[in-house]
């Protein structure tokens, strides 16, 4: 399978052709369908976020990148960045389409990414090939002369959009005042909040004001591990799932993790239940990761004895509990990498890296779980098109001044508390892996 059929699935979702498929119809239109549609996107929020005045708003890509062809704009991309030199670092996340990731100086999943930000100090702007809390984490990490830039501000991502600065602010008010805020005897206070990379900056903030911390796929156990040495119990938002799934191989019982909804007093819970709560849900989830089922393993089993299942823990706890194992995206290509030749894997995680996987590991038999291709749509929203946009921008010339584009600046009230809570993250016993190199570039069949 080469990465050309994923954009031949979507062809057929977008003319009603693809039998059985629950993917979103946002895939059914180009991205710049969304330029003037996507209001709520901008620097420092989540949709339901405030978002700061003076926000920069997607822009209509103009009709010169519209109307290209794949390979024109890979020409145009590449003699931008060789123009720019290390004035440009680009990174990419594992989610992206091939003909935008090959033009990545850093691949990787969130944490390196976080990580690869600061590896380039004296680069004038880190254009982000990923999603707008990408963006928002490598505005925080990186010096303050660094632009960092979304080619498109459209790529956002739904399951940060599942929690909101307001209603987690109101479910610890409540929190507060049925627990109160004394340590216990050992000095670990009632609750500790914790959420995961996939959240507005505006809610890494509100973790390192209130003690806690953020957490990334990779790092989640250890993270948790930091929040129970220093809390009797952990919040965990947005992904209900990752959460889940984490605390319960660390042996907490399911009945002691309650989920919060916030349009329901005391999350939809009793006093009692969050009395004997250890890690109380956000009710957020990934829409692409939750449409693995335990069918499907079992159907991967059946026609390849002896495969290997390996999901995102991003995946419902019933999928990652029949799967052989589960990790981050680099989890997921580190595994694949170290097998041995001949191997089959069966991959519950998003497209685009499950195919680059595939092709870049010839030797082994790699496929998605889900019979029906589905990408994460506003990964996919970063079309070339964006990218060779905000890089010729910050070339100018022909009499066009040089410009920074669609630049992502987190505001300073909540910089420094998110830059707390990431740090702490960042020192509390990270993974080794660092950033990866850019994988082989597959055929897109453009
Ligand atoms: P990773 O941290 O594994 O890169 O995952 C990020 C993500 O958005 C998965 O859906
Ligand atoms: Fe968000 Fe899911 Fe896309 Fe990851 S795959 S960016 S969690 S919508």
Redesign the pocket.
């Known amino acids: 399978m080469t990465i050309a059929s994923v954009d031949r699935t979507i062809r057929l979702i977008s003319t009603g052709k693809a039998e059985g498929s629950t993917c979103t119809p946002d895939l059914a239109v180009d991205p710049w369908y969304f330029d003037d549609k996507a209001p709520g996107y901008g620097p420092g929020s989540s949709m339901g976020d405030v978002i700061p005045t003076g926000s920069p708003r997607q822009g209509e890509l103009p009709a010169r990148y519209r109307t290209a062809s794949n390979g024109e704009l890979g020409d145009w991309i590449r003699a931008a960045k060789a123009t720019l030199g290390e004035r440009v670092v680009v990174l990419g996340?594992?989610?992206q389409r091939e003909e935008v990731l090959q033009h990545a100086d850093f691949v990787g999943?969130?944490?390196q990414l976080a990580v690869a930000t600061q590896s380039r100090p004296d680069a004038e702007a880190i254009v982000f090939c990923g999603v707008h809390f990408m963006a928002e984490t490598a505005d925080l990490l990186s010096t303050p002369e660094q632009a960092v830039i979304l080619p498109n501000l459209a790529a956002g991502?739904s399951m940060a959009d599942m929690a909101d600065i307001d209603s987690v602010t109101e479910c610890w008010e409540q929190l507060e005042e049925l627990y109160g805020t004394e340590p216990d005897a050992s000095g670990r206070v009632p609750v500790i909040p914790v959420t995961y990379?996939?959240s507005s900056a505006a809610l890494k903030g509100f973790c390192g004001e209130h003690g806690g911390i953020v957490c990334?796929?990779?790092n989640a156990e250890t993270v948790l591990e930091w929040a129970f040495e220093r809390g009797q119990r952990v919040l965990f938002f947005p992904d209900q799932h990752l959460g889940r799934n984490t605390a319960k191989a660390m042996g907490v019982p399911l009945e002691q993790m309650p989920m919060w909804n916030p349009r329901k007093p005391l999350g939809g819970n009793t006093e009692a239940e969050l009395e004997d709560s250890r890690v109380i849900l956000w009710h957020g989830f990934?829409s692409?990761?939750r449409r693995f089922t335990v069918d499907q393993i079992d159907a991967a089993r059946a026609e390849h004895p002896g495969v290997r299942v390996i999901v995102?823990p991003?995946c419902p706890m019933a999928v990652v509990d029949a799967a052989d194992e589960y990790g981050?995206?680099?989890y997921i290509a580190k595994a694949i990498a170290a097998a041995p030749a001949g191997s089959t894997f069966a991959i519950g995680t998003?497209i685009n890296l499950v195919q680059r996987l595939a092709a870049q590991y010839p030797q082994h038999t790699i496929f998605c779980l889900d019979p029906v291709v589905c990408p994460?749509s506003t990964m996919y929203r970063i079309h070339s098109g964006y990218l060779a946009w905000v890089l010729e921008a910050l070339v100018g010339g022909d009499g066009v001044p040089a410009e920074v584009l669609n630049r992502i600046t987190v505001a300073d009230d909540v910089a420094d508390h998110a830059r707390v809570a990431l740090e702490r993250m960042l020192a509390a016993k990270p993974p080794a892996a660092g950033p990866v190199a850019p994988v082989a570039s597959v055929s897109t069949g453009a």
Request: aromatic share 14%; proline share 0%; glycine share 0%.
């Open positions: 996340h594992f989610y999943d969130s944490f991502c990379m996939n990334t796929s990779s990934c692409v990761h995102h991003e981050s995206t680099d998003e994460c």
